[in-house]
């Protein structure tokens, strides 16, 4: 690959933290990432980690059963505050999913190499996420066993589902979304599931990867479709990571309620979005490569490029924010004002602090070069962005439907056990399904990886 | 609670066989044991929905013991579909009944004994919805919100639905039989001791009943008690004329009004007749002139909310009031009338008194039916001096058939009973242990003095469990009796339905107490009014009954009866008007001391929703938001901001989720104590507590029922005494550091400087010319109705109809009959106090109500506003539901597929109204048999997870529609009453097709006043409002 002058400082970061640790070969890449699946034994932090998850998703199943048993009065959820934690967790999970498709699309179209130790799984961290997200809406809706209504398929009733809803078009959005990542996911996946099953020891793992593999043999023709499929499929994302999230913000935005209905909701939820997506990255890669010796793989260099992109997102959130209270107060707009002056002082108060605390301030220490340098304090600042961001669609949800036009129908919003336990099974939903695929399937792209080595630069070059 | 002979109810129950069929030691056969009485009514027992057993501890076992029995009973039960005995094929159907019509029987139902003349609608014989009797005088057409939810308490399976002695089920002529044991006892002792107990009566059949009995029993009493009666109204008139009479106000001829702590727009009797003629007299747009009201009072009520002027006063503080007002308007009160100060609102009073004096006969001066007897006289005076007499005030002969002060009465028979001398209490109604004042309680230890108690009630409640026998009552829709209106007009009371459980009327349970002991209500009423109908096409009540006796019953009688039940009054049946004179002594009575403003004082009051505590159970109305305070399921201690602030308390208004959790505290009142929520009530006069009467009971049902766990309110009869059943001093509030929370439906009263409600003052608008008016109305609207699409043409869609409705809020009076009416009309589910307080409440119609003015002790209004949907042109619901549930027809309604809907919320997120209501839960009682006979069957009865929503009542409109086509013209103006419309007794809400010009809404619409709620946001709603206008008396600068 060819580099162009780069900067001083990036010069100097690539001096100190390479992508990959010298001296591995194409060898080691190969051993050191896919013995996590195959030869190391399985770590007894992860059988704590993988049954504390399977306990909640345990809570999840039960609460759904309950749920669909009982019917959504079990949430707090009223008249006004009609949506509140089943879409706040669904934008939450949906923004979180951002940063796979990002990172796998866009940076690999804008050839940024060092994506490669960390795209596989933000992407499996994108399909978790949308899985956990599309739980959500399906759930809300008081008749969920109806709720395929929403797909246009042909019906004896003659009815197509009405095109003109922002929720019609989130079905299109995260549908499409859902597969392309899974696709582009598996299709990533191939050569190295080939490698897992060379190199698998007993008979069911290597039919199980053989299976999946799909006759992967490396040859030239193989490469060369692979090559042509991963770059149309990243073709496809790239518009995805922007249209998904503009939908998301549409359900709100087309709404004509004030603290939804505003233009700024697009572009500020995809950059929200992608802030997420990379606070949760880092918040689980920095134990990840911790627990698995992957510092020679995921270095220094990834985190604080993580660290710049959440700054500068969590700059282009920040700004919406401002823009938000701005504009209710510029339009001059008694209903927006008051929603805003509502927002911030009213009985939902500080949920809006907390929020420009988490998202606003925090993320500002890592101007900081010192703190860019420190893993703990990027680990606890991509937890308090989580959360922020989480705050953030709580703030958009119940802060703006609980007291809307009319004084007499204003309400108060109060989640109750059951939210609680829906969105924390979610958790643990995700954090199974992590848990399975570090368990299962190689975490970082071997073939990637070797890809960025020294050697296959050599290579290409002497070609 | 049950006996020892109880432990094995089957036993005693074969015992009880064995011991009726004499002679036979055993019984052969199984279907000989099935014959029996006893087994019949002990199947009975089994099968129908015995819920009520389930709540007592022991009538759960007991019924565990008698299922087990059943079960073990349960092969004998054959398996036929059809009755052994010839049952006839409805191949000819009844005249008049033709299946899926419903037909409309005239009947009236009657609260503390007055009627409201309705018009039941009944589906194959189910009563399903109630319609006031536009010929009744009562009613004309509308109802109250009581009227309207006695539906529910027809339907309840919590109602009483057996005869029991001691719990233990017994039958008829069992009670019977010891009835006439007890009867021939007291025979000889002339009925020394046996007393009657009953709630008001103005029932003529009752009372000739009852008269019957006293002659048979000369010794025997006759005592009424009624706990939010008129007895104090009877003592103001005794007072002023040494004699009772009936006072019956004419508010459409009244120019100027004062109302004196009198809720005549609500509570009292004939107040929707009041109400229609008061909000006659506001009809501004057609006169150009408005009465003006005029509301002194404590507690903040629909009356105070409606005034143009309203004074808060401490209720001590009414009675001199008062007498400054006679005195500035010349009344003489003699020795003690010395012109009394009117302090701080002197010139209040003067310019009161010039107003009033300007409208010399044409004014009414209405004293509150909780004020004192001298208040009361002190009104009569008013009125007379200012020459209303005959003309907006008009006495009467009394309703009731014996008019007494109710406490005085209860009063003697508690002294009868604390002395001994009853044996036997006959309790015809009511619920009087637990209605008591605390001072002269009917408790278990003073009643088991009584030796032989008898209870009829609708329910087994508080005095049921304390007498022997208790006999369930039969609903008024199930009954044959007879009432009077608040002019004395009688409704022949006819029953639309068989008794679902079993009840006896009162008429069947007195006529036991005579030698025909088995007669049926309908001989009873019938027989009495061929007495009263017979010869003379002319009837004029049973005073004049011995002149009038019949000679010839048979064909004129039938013609009459049949014509009375038909009308729902019996013609010239008011009550004779009388001249009557003021007493020359009737002002010596002493004023009150001045108050003392550092002690608190209490208010009593009937409950605006479930009255005196007999509605308990009642759903609909427990759910009915309270007009003023919107509270639900509970009632509270209203106290005044200041106060509440002086004391310490606070409200903390939806701090913790949807939830208001107020400060409990103490009342301490004569040394007995109840434990209340406090409300704070902007308007209530600082340094007063207005409680009210009906909760806490103990057992209601399930609904009522209050219990630690699951209180419903506080039950302030606990500290009411009889010396002063309305008001008092020296109530004492001490906080008692917890919290309770309550459900209100609506939890800020401020309009936020938002124009929701729009006001204006007659003089204002007067001012404007039609022209410059509009643009006043508007000038900071601009037009929004401009749009990048053509407007649909509703002309040519269809059949041309544009639906649209009119709410003025001028006649507005906030009496919440029409949520009331809704819930019955579109089989609106009750969600109960948790759901509530979640903001969960289903109502399609809710009345909002809002304060203006600057200081939150002493607010203006509140102003009502009734939201239905709004129907709006360019509904935001509609493209926001992703599958086409909500859509919009080529009528211009909004209609709601409830099929189609996944149950997104997302058109409830986008409603500006926030109209919609979702079934979270499973609200519908799906189970309960005899609310499937209630529910309307024209409309759809939803299930969980679905949207609904205001549909206009589209199944009216859809009747109207397809009545029109049958007969090939188009919908008339006025064939499409929607069931808030039609309960209205102010014709606040007006409904019909917009596109016709000459249709009343239209040109509603096209008036002056007209407005849309958030206009602004360019939804174009069909649902407009009207603007509200007060008349405020120039003199009186500030709203006081």
Known sequence: MHRVDEPHDDLQMHLTAPVITPGHTFASVTDKISALTLRRRTPLGWYIGFAISFILVQVLLFTITYLVMTGIGIWGTNIPVGWAFPIINFVWWIGIGHAGTLISAILLLLRQEWRTSINRFAEAMTLFAVACAGLFPLLHTGRPWLAYWLFPYPNTMGIWPQFRSPL??????????????????????????????????????????????????????HWHRYETAYLLLAGLSTPLVLSVHTIVSFDFAVAQLPGWHATIFPPYFVAG??????????????????????????????????????????????????????????????????????????????????????????????????????????????????????????????????????????????????????????????????????????????????????????????? | MPSKESQTNFALMRERILATQDGKEYWRSLEELADTDEFQEFLAREYPQQAEEWHDAVGRRTFLKLMGASLALAGLSNCTYQPPELIVPYVRQPEAEVPGKPLYFATAMTLSGV???????????????????????????????????SLLTLYDPDRSQTLTFREEIRPWTEFLANLRTALDEQRGKQGAGLRFLTETVTSPTLAAQLKEI??????????????????????????????????????????????????FLSCVAGSLPYATGFIGGRRADESRDMNRLYAVETTPTNTGAKADHRLRLRPSEIENFTRAVAAALGVNMGSAGQAQAAGAHANWVAALARDLLAARGASIVIPGDEQSPVVHALAHAMNDALGNVGKTVIYTEPIEANPVDSIQSLRELVGDIDAGRVEM???????????????????????????????????????????????????????????????????????????????????????????????????????????????????????????????????????????????????????????????????????????????????????????????????????????????????????????????????????????????????KYRDRVVRAPVWIMPGQPDGTVTVHLGYGRTRAGRAGTSTAAK???????????????????????????????????????????????????????????????????????????????????????????????????NNCVGCNACIVACQSENNIPVVGKEQVIRSREMHWLRVDAYFGGADANNPEGPYFQPVPCMHCEQAPCEPVCPVHATVHSTEGTNDMVYNRCVGTRYCSNNCPYKVRRFNFLLYQDWTTPTYQLMRNPEVTVRSRGVMEKCTYCIQRIQLAKIESEKEGRSVRDGDIVTACQAVCPTQAIVFGNINDQESQVAKLKAGKRNYSLLEDLNTQPRTTYLAELRNPNPEIPERA
């Open chain 2, 115 to 149: 009627a409201t003349g309705l018009l039941a609608k009944s589906n194959e014989g189910r009563p399903t919805k109630l319609e006031g009797n536009p010929d009744h005088p009562g009613s004309r057409g509308a109802t109250d919100h009581f009227a309207q939810a």
């Open chain 2, 214 to 263: 006293l002659t048979a029993f000369p010794q025997a009493k006759w005592h009424q008690y009624e706990p939010a009666g008129r007895g104090l109204v009877n003592a103001g008139a005794q007072l002023a004329f040494g004699q009772p009479v009936n006072t019956i106000y004419r508010f459409d001829q009244a120019r100027r009004i004062l109302a004196i702590d009198s809720d």
């Open chain 2, 711 to 809: 209180p419903i309110g506080f039950n302030a009869y606990a500290i009411r005494t009889s010396d002063a059943p309305w008001f008092g001093t020296g109530v004492e509030l001490h906080k008692t550091g917890t919290q309770y929370q309550l459900a209100a439906t609506q939890t800020h009263f401020n309009m936020e400087n938002r124009k929701v409600v729009r006001t204006k003052s007659l003089v204002d608008y007067l001012k404007e010319s039609e022209g410059e008016h509009r643009e006043a109305m508007e000038h900071d609207e601009p037009g929004y109705n401009d749009s990048m699409y053509p407007p649909y043409d509703y002309k040519n869609q269809g059949l041309g109809y544009a639906w649209g409705m009119a709410i003025d809020l």
């Open chain 2, 425 to 667: 209490l006959v309790i015809v109604g009511g619920n009087p242990v637990y209605t008591t004042p605390a001072d002269l309680k009917l408790d278990l230890n003073r009643l088991s003095k009584v030796k032989l108690r008898v209870h009829l009630s609708l329910y087994k409640d508080e005095t049921s469990e304390i007498c022997h026998w208790h006999i369930p009552e039969a609903h008024y829709l199930e009954s044959w009796s007879d009432a009077r209106a608040y002019d004395g007009t009688v409704t022949i009371i006819q029953p639309l339905i068989e008794p679902l459980y079993n009840g006896k009327t009162a008429h069947e349970l007195l006529a036991a107490f005579s030698d025909q002991f088995d007669r049926k209500s309908y001989q009873i009423v019938r027989d009495y009014w061929m007495g009263q109908m017979g010869g003379k096409g002319v009837v004029s009540g049973e005073r004049q009954a011995g002149s009038t006796q019949a000679s010839n019953p048979s064909g004129d009688f039938e013609e009459r009866w049949r014509k009375a039940l038909h009308d729902g009054v019996v013609p010239n049946t008011a009550a004779a008007t009388k001249t009557v004179s003021l007493k020359a002594d009737w002002a010596s009575q002493p004023p009150v001391p001045a108050p003392q403003p550092s002690t608190l004082e209490i208010v009593f009051r009937a409950d605006p929703t479930i009255y005196d505590g007999r509605f308990a159970n009642n759903g609909w109305l427990q759910e009915l938001p309270k007009p003023l305070t919107k509270l639900t399921w509970d009632n509270a201690a209203l106290v005044s901001p200041k106060t509440a602030r002086d004391l310490g308390i606070n409200n903390e208004m939806g701090s913790k989720g949807g939830n208001i959790f107020v400060d409990a505290v103490d009342l």
């Open chain 1, 273 to 463: 979005a992608i802030y997420a997506g990379f606070a949760m990255v880092l918040f689980l890669s920095i134990p990840l490569r911790k627990f698995y010796g992957l510092e020679d793989f995921i270095t220094m260099r990834h985190i604080k490029n993580m660290a710049k992109i959440m700054l500068a997102t969590g700059l282009i959130v920040f700004y919406g924010y401002m823009m938000e209270a701005f504009f209710a107060w510029y339009s001059g707009n008694e209903y927006e004002w008051f929603m805003m002056r509502n927002r911030v002082l009213g009985p939902y108060g500080h949920y809006y602090w907390a929020l420009i605390f988490c998202n606003g301030l925090t993320p500002q220490l890592l101007w900081i070069k010192r703190i860019r340098n420190s893993i703990p304090a990027i680990f606890i600042i991509s937890v308090i962005v989580s959360i922020g961001m989480w705050l953030e669609r709580f703030v958009i949800v119940v802060t703006s439907l609980h007291r809307d036009f009319l004084p007499s129908s204003w309400g108060m919003y109060q989640p109750t056990i059951w939210d609680w336990s829906m969105f924390i099974g979610t958790i643990g939903l995700f954090f199974c399904l992590m848990f399975l695929f570090i368990r299962f399937l190689p975490i970082i792209s071997i073939f990637e990886m070797r890809t960025i080595l020294p050697e296959a630069e050599v290579e290409e070059e002497t070609v």
């Open chain 1, 168 to 221: 019609m078009w989130d079905v299109f959005a995260v549908s499409t979304y859902a597969t392309v990542s899974a696709l582009f996911w598996f299709v990533g996946l191939i050569p190295d599931l080939a490698t897992l099953r060379d190199r698998a020891r007993s008979r069911p793992f290597q039919i199980i990867y053989g299976l999946l593999a799909m006759g992967w043999r490396g040859s030239a023709r």
